[in-house]
């Protein structure tokens, strides 16, 4: 016999280190006979072969191998019949009808056998891994064992903790009861000081209690990502190491063998890609990974990188499994065992690992630098104006290095959370029944212009800002969310702050410019409320009269006229929906885009508020954008006129009817119900208005389609208002 030689590597193989022959006649070393996709050890019990090309010798595992047609025969059936091994040529129907195959479902699946592609062998990036499964395998499992030992460790601690504490209480009881029995028996004290003495040491010992798991929390966690980061460091290494033993190709930039320095990005996340569907293939395969069982960090890994052609996929698939995974709702038995699937993320059920440490621990497996970034964030509880001056706002995230320079990622803020089906949402949904699982991915790898506006590390450097900004600076930046930049929203005061003084009117304005592609879809909605409490009256009065929300030329604003000096806290929402949903009448949800603080220190005139009428915008900027209204007569929210006006509007699309709805302050609504006439002249819409008095009124318009019906019932919808000044002429 000739020389054998591996299929893998083509190097000779020796008995002592052979595998094979297999059924297709080839051999493998040991060390070789691993998944060609991900690399992945197997054995002859566990390989499987791709059923679709003959000519593809190479072994895959399970969960990669190239999946066959239901009606694809198995090689060897076909082989056993006498059929071509590739059943592509000409005289395959004259050989069927020779071989007198009358087994009509052996005819059925070589005629689809017949017209089946071969599945293409596999050479993407992805198939190529640097560091080779064993090795990785090897130091994954070194580095358990170092996890097993701080584990035990700390059980230890906390048991010895615990005992101390009881300890300390026992004596602390003792001692307060016997001082209370001494005075109870000169007469100094009596059962109700009993009562209060032992309610007093039972706060006191739930107040010690909490600081010593507090403590022991803070402790372990930093011990637990001192560990990984130095575990972290050593997956790298090993990844350097392999990376110089292999060629480099000409044409692809080689991953730095060091962390480089923070520095801003060469482009923005926008030059990188713009749609989500880019990583349609990267995302489906966290999906799937997320729901199987997997015991080693090396194996998940590989399983979510194996489709990704470079280092901005690797680091996608990993914020997406940690996104889909939403760690905080998982379930933990009481006891886990290390070498199970829930073993894997046991450091989250002890509460010693968070997000941001998994996905450095993740990121290290990949080949990808990664660091754990310290500092301030406006978090849940954060308004507008406060100063960051405890711990109250500490948070944490990470930097990982992709395409050439450092990008933010939050994982904890851009997890996934259940919704209800119905609720209108703009970010990326995989639905499931009634429940809908939602991640927002503006969290990944966001640029530093917009990241600042959230997050401030402890380490200026990290701004990743060619010109950082001051903790104070900081805090004045105006209050926003990822909405925000998900619509391209902007200020158009770029010195606009968090907390807005009103001038001498009580006047404060809020202007924000709309991209052009979402000028059409994008309709906004406020609230304001008193900054210092959940009220949203005064005097009986709403408080959102007090704002007067208009669009023109693609931007929205927002002025609030302050009724008296407590301070205001100004929500503004948006969302994007279309004409025909609108008109539905159907609840649409608004999220929150920014916040303001509204500080008015001095009020020299008495504000009077809007009159009452639907919510949202003034103007007719709304009835061009959802309804193909354009007005003729009146293009502004406001109105100056005399004791009657003619109000003219174009109709672009069918309407079917107008209604026209006048409003006054301290004026019963109908009263003024005689005062409008709404009426349609071809493509026309003319509303005439006889003012009883002069002073300010509220115009409500509202109109319909044909099958605009809910219940039966035609369906009016609102479609604008305008303010109006009647004076007499």
């Known amino acids: 016999l000739g020389d054998q030689c591996c299929h893998r590597c083509t190097k000779k193989v020796y008995p002592t280190d052979k595998v094979g022959p297999l059924k297709d006649g080839t051999f493998f070393h040991n060390g070789c006979f691993k998944c060609y996709i991900c690399g992945t050890r197997l054995a002859l019990k566990t390989y499987c072969n791709n059923r679709n090309n003959i000519d593809d010798k190479e072994v895959y595992c399970s969960n990669h191998v190239p999946v066959a047609s239901p009606h694809d025969l198995p090689l060897e059936s076909r082989q056993q019949n006498g059929s071509p091994a590739n059943g592509h040529n000409g005289q395959d129907k004259d050989y069927r009808r020779d071989a007198g195959l009358n087994d009509m479902r052996i005819a059925h699946a070589l005629k689809a056998t017949k017209v089946a592609k071969p599945y293409p062998k596999i050479t993407h990036a992805g198939a190529h891994y640097v560091v080779d499964f064993d090795d990785q395998t090897r130091l994954e499992l070194i580095h358990r064992e170092d996890e097993d030992l701080m584990y035990d460790a700390f059980s230890q601690q906390r048991e010895e903790e615990k005992q101390e504490f009881e300890k300390e209480t ?163 038995d009481d006891r886990v065992d290390k070498d199970t699937p829930m073993g894997l993320l046991r450091g989250i059920k002890y509460g010693t690992e968070s997000y941001h440490v998994l996905f450095k621990r993740l990121c290290a497996y990949a080949g990808l630098h990664c660091v754990v970034i310290r500092g301030f964030s406006k978090s849940a509880g954060y308004q507008p104006g406060l100063a960051f001056e405890d711990n109250r706002f500490r948070n944490t995230w990470n930097a990982v290095y992709l395409d050439g320079s450092w990008r933010f990622v939050q994982c904890n803020w851009g997890a996934r959370h259940l919704v209800n089906a119905k609720d209108s949402s703009s970010y990326d949904t995989k639905n499931d029944g009634n429940l809908r699982y939602e991640y927002d991915d503006h969290y990944f790898m966001t640029d530093p212009e917009e990241f600042i506006y959230e997050f401030f590390p402890e380490d200026p450097a990290w701004q990743l800002l060619s010109r950082p900004l001051t903790l104070r600076q900081f805090e004045r930046v105006p209050f926003v969310r990822s909405l925000f930049f998900k619509y391209g929203l902007h200020f158009t005061n770029p010195a606009l702050e968090s907390v807005c003084y009103t001038d001498r009117s009580g006047a404060a304005s809020i202007a924000i410019e709309i991209p052009p592609e979402a000028a059409d879809n994008l309709i906004f909605h406020y609230n304001l409320k008193f900054y210092d409490d959940d009220e949203t009256t005064m005097e009986g009065l709403s408080l959102k009269r007090f704002v007067m929300q208009s669009v023109k030329d693609r931007v929205v604003s927002f002025r609030v006229h302050a009724p008296c000096t407590r301070p205001l806290l100004l929500d503004i929402f948006a969302n994007s929906v279309s004409s025909g949903h609108y008109l539905t009448g159907q609840p649409i949800k608004f999220k929150s885009v920014c916040k303001f603080k509204i500080v008015c220190e001095s009020l020299g005139v008495i504000m009077i508020p809007l009159p009452e009428c639907a919510s949202g915008e003034w103007g007719p900027a709304k009835a061009t954008r959802l309804f193909g209204l354009y007005p003729v007569t009146h293009p502004e929210a406001i109105i100056n006129a005399g004791r009657h006006v003619e109000i003219r509007f174009r109709m672009s699309k069918p309407l079917s009817e107008f209604v026209a709805s006048l409003h006054r302050n301290r004026t019963d609504d109908r009263s003024l119900q005689h005062c409008c006439i709404a009426a349609i002249r071809g493509d026309s819409v003319i509303i005439q208005i006889d003012f009883p008095d002069e002073g300010q009124y509220g115009l409500d318009i509202y109109t319909r389609q044909n099958e605009a019906t809910i219940n039966g019932k035609q369906l009016l919808t609102h479609c604008c208002k305008y303010l109006i000044h009647a004076r007499n002429c």
């Not at 909490?210 to 460091?233: F, G, P």
């Not at 482009?267 to 997320?290: L, M, N, P």
């Open 170 to 332: 026992k004596e602390e009881w003792e001692q307060a009861l016997a001082d209370f029995a001494r005075k109870f028996e000169r007469g100094q004290a009596n059962k109700k000081h009993k009562d209060d003495l032992i309610k007093q040491l039972t706060i006191t010992r739930e107040k010690k209690l909490e600081t010593l798991h507090s403590r022991r929390k803070d402790r372990e966690r930093y011990l637990t990502q001192e560990l990984i980061d130095r575990q972290a460091k050593e997956m790298l290494d090993l990844f350097k190491q392999k990376r110089n033993e292999v060629e480099v190709l000409e044409d692809v930039p080689a991953y730095p063998p060091s962390p480089p320095p923070p520095e801003p990005p060469h482009c923005s996340k926008r030059e990188i890609y713009t749609s989500t569907e880019v990583f349609e293939a990267v995302d489906q395969i966290a999906v799937h990974t997320a729901q199987s069982d997997i015991t080693s960090f090396t194996k998940l890994v590989r399983l979510l990188t194996y489709e990704a052609r470079n280092d901005v996929e690797k680091a996608r698939a990993i914020y997406r499994w940690i996104t889909i995974k939403n760690l905080n709702l998982m379930n933990f």
